[in-house]
């Protein structure tokens, strides 16, 4: 059974930063592309970032590039979001996602329960 639990949100100024942390359970983790989406209110969910199974690879939306980073230690089953320069627009419910196609519009099979993340300005 596959089980992700975010954490790492909360209320942080304009230009402040984030680690969101995904802790994953279950034998699919090692072999699977896991991202980070985000669903703001009255907007569509939208993957920001994800990474491949062996985290030689990452994409990211546009709007979050050069200032957020994904990455994963599969040795604790951990995958994280660093999100630097944070901006009022980056306000939204986060969620951790596994097993997905490694492109941005791609469905993914598993979804976490998601943090929130306030920026002010």
């Known amino acids: 059974q596959v089980q992700l639990v975010e954490s790492g949100g909360g209320l942080v100024q304009a230009g402040g930063s984030l680690r969101l942390s995904c802790a994953a359970s279950?034998?699919?983790?090692?072999?699977?592309?896991m991202a980070w989406f985000r669903q703001a209110p009255a907007k569509e969910r939208e993957c920001v970032a994800a990474?491949?199974?062996?985290?030689?690879?990452?994409i990211y939306a546009d709007s979050v590039k050069g200032r957020f980073t994904i990455s994963r230690d599969n040795a604790v089953r951990m995958v994280y979001l660093q999100m630097n320069n944070l901006k009022p627009e980056d306000t939204a419910l986060y969620y951790c996602?596994?097993?997905?196609?490694?492109?941005?519009?791609?469905?993914?099979?598993?979804w976490g329960q998601g943090t929130q993340v306030t920026v002010s300005s």
């Open positions: 996602a596994e097993d997905m196609v490694l492109r941005l519009g791609a469905s993914p099979k598993y």
């Open positions: 279950g034998l699919t983790f090692f072999s699977s592309n």
């Open positions: 990474i491949n199974w062996g985290g030689s690879t990452t």
